[in-house]
């Protein structure tokens, strides 16, 4: 079993930045791949970035250039650095461990799927 609690949401100005941090309980959590994806309202949840247990990372196209995502296998926290925010960027972000993600990465396999509960990031104009 595996719990992710989602922090460092705010609200930011757009060209803004802000840090999300995931912490991971569990020992799975070094073997997992890991993702953080937003929901905006009236819209799907969509993938932002993943990470694989070798580090190897995915990030959707509209991010880019602006957001950064990484792990700290001592500390069991995937983060999520987002600069230059857009208003476009508003959404609830969300943590996830296995299957949603690896699918997503392509090239992984996980049999267990695992999300946070989000954390609300707005950027205003």
């Known amino acids: 079993q595996v719990q992710l609690v989602e922090s460092g949401g705010g609200l930011v100005q757009a060209g803004g930045s802000l840090r999300l941090s995931c912490l991971a309980s569990g020992s799975a959590f070094s073997r997992n791949v890991m993702g953080w994806y937003r929901q905006a309202p009236g819209k799907q949840r969509e993938l932002v970035a993943g990470?694989?247990?070798?580090?190897?990372?995915k990030l959707a196209d509209s991010v880019k250039g602006r957001f950064t995502i990484s792990r700290d296998v001592a500390k069991n926290t995937v983060s999520l650095q987002m600069n230059s925010l857009k208003p476009d960027d508003t959404a609830v972000y969300f943590c996830?461990?296995?299957?949603?993600?690896?699918?997503?990465?392509?090239?992984?396999?996980?049999?267990?799927?695992?999300w946070g509960q989000g954390t609300q990031v707005t950027v205003s104009s």
């Open positions: 996830n461990a296995g299957r949603t993600t690896a699918q997503a990465m392509g090239g992984i396999i996980a049999t267990t799927d695992y």
């Open positions: 990470i694989s247990f070798s580090g190897r990372t």
